[in-house]
């Protein structure tokens, strides 16, 4: 699954799990995986189910999550900075939702 994904970077690494495989220098899945389960978890607990044209929007939102969590050292005041910084000057109507 992720090789189709992986190239779409410059540097895209695989690991074989079914070979016993876990770490292969610098390669691993830890972090993917470890994003689609707040992923995955996000969307069964908190919105159930989402429409495939605003699934980006969700993956927007638990990209932020992600990359300002409290394991990054990202304080709660510089997680709601972040948060401002990215809105400042956006304005959602609902047309530009409902595409």
Excluded: P, W
Excluded at 76 to 98: F, H, P
């Amino acid at each position: 699954m992720y090789k189709k994904i992986g190239k779409q970077f410059a540097d895209h690494q695989s690991v074989n799990h079914s070979a016993g495989e876990y770490v292969r220098d610098n390669a691993t899945t830890n972090s993917i995986e470890g994003y689609f389960s707040v992923f995955k978890r996000g969307m069964k607990g908190i919105y159930q189910h989402c429409q495939s044209h605003h699934l980006h929007r969700y993956l927007a939102e638990f990209d932020f999550r992600y990359n300002n969590r409290t394991e990054l050292e990202v304080t709660d005041q510089q997680r709601a900075e972040n948060l401002i910084r990215g809105v400042s000057g956006k304005r959602l109507t609902y047309q530009t939702t409902a595409g």
